[in-house]
């Protein structure tokens, strides 16, 4: 079955530089997720978007920015990296209404600032 | 807002002993209860769900919870644990309808299986 799906799986950026990751959810999953894990820690929520809108927001902070596309896919745009910003970021999916799968979660994005 | 508290954030077990790990959550709202698995370097895989009916639900690899609403708990459980289990282990929450579904995580308990 096909599951969510994250770009690229590594990423090494150096402070100040900017970085956009990508998530294309499971066919026919409308709403989309992004969680940020730093070492040792659990997953932060980020933002959510439904159907190309955002629909909740958490703890994001303004230097990052998220977007759907009329595909469906999300991206997760962030400016002015910081050494803090080191952390696995996770998208998840899941269609509007239905939980019964549950959020699923991509493999996720290990960013590394230097 | 909701959160997540579980209580033990290390649990040695010897393999073939019976795990409980605890959860326990607050929320001004009804909520959605899940304990989520993550292996090392790999993704969170969903266990088990708690949205409505039986407060005992059943979810892969022989792993059971059960939901108790005046304990506000979900306890998770394995009769006889294997090696293969050893992982961090995130029980999870989400509000029930309204737009503010994001899921708010506990801080993980790392089951360390021995020998």
């Given at each position: ?11 090494i ?6 970085a ?7 066919p026919?999953h ?5 969680y ?12 959510s ?10 703890s994001?902070?303004?230097?990052f920015?998220a977007?759907q ?18 952390a696995?970021?996770?998208c ?6 239905n939980l ?7 493999s ?7 | ?19 409980e790990?605890?959860?326990?959550y ?12 993550q292996y090392?370097?790999?993704g ?5 769900k708690?949205?409505?009916?039986s ?24 009769p ?9 282990y995130f029980c ?19 089951l360390?299986?021995?020998?």
């Amino acid at each position: 079955a096909a599951g969510v799906i994250q770009s690229p799986r590594h990423l090494i950026k150096e402070k100040r530089e900017t970085a956009t990751l990508k998530c294309y959810p499971i066919p026919r999953h409308d709403t989309v997720y992004w969680y940020q894990q730093g070492p040792g820690q659990d997953p932060q929520f980020l933002i959510s978007f439904y159907e190309k809108m955002q629909s909740d927001k958490g703890s994001i902070p303004d230097r990052f920015s998220a977007q759907q596309f009329s595909d469906y896919h999300s991206e997760l745009n962030m400016s002015s990296l910081e050494l803090g910003d080191s952390a696995l970021y996770f998208c998840a999916s899941r269609p509007q209404g239905n939980l019964w799968y549950g959020y699923t979660f991509g493999s996720g994005t290990r960013l590394t600032v230097v | 807002a909701q959160s997540v508290t579980q209580l033990d954030s290390q649990v040695p077990v010897f393999e073939e002993a019976p795990v409980e790990l605890r959860c326990n959550y607050s929320s001004s709202v009804s909520v959605y209860l899940f304990w989520y698995v993550q292996y090392p370097n790999q993704g969170l895989q969903l266990l088990l769900k708690y949205l409505s009916g039986s407060t005992l639900v059943k979810g892969i690899n022989g792993f059971e919870a059960e939901f108790n609403k005046s304990q506000t708990s979900f306890h998770l459980r394995k009769p006889s644990v294997h090696i293969s289990d050893t992982a961090e282990y995130f029980c999870a929450v989400s509000e029930r309808g309204g737009g503010a579904d994001g899921l708010t995580f506990g801080k993980g308990t790392h089951l360390i299986i021995q020998p």
